[in-house]
């Protein structure tokens, strides 16, 4: 930012690019309209140039910062349910009820004929 000077627009793609949190995003706004500079966010079409701007990128960062908060209450929920219903499980005993369900190939289950699309061969290597 010590290169910007008053009248340079900062152009974002996305505004997750710009900041983490509503903080950040208020202080990177705040320093740059203290040298004259101005925010432009495609995605979105906002530019902090003008009022509304302004207010439209608050409102965007207060509505992202609800957003995140929603979701980690939820999660929460979800964990503490999870742990009433004792459905904590070792991941090795998920994978392995997973791997019970695939098919067993044994290798050289399949060749090609020589002349021919892909045959069944060794009929007994195969298990369903």
Known sequence: MDSLVAGDTVTITKIDRAARNIADMGNITQALAKIG?????L???IDTNTPTGTL???IFASVAKFEKDQMLVRQRIGI???KTKD???PLSSVRTKVQSRLPVLKPQAYMRASSGPYERANCQGFED
Do not use: G, P, Q, W
């Open 56 to 58: 439209m990128l608050n």
């Open 87 to 89: 459905k904590t499980l």
């Open 80 to 82: 503490e349910a999870a």
């Open 37 to 41: 500079a101005s925010i432009r966010i």
């Open 43 to 45: 995605d979105m079409n």
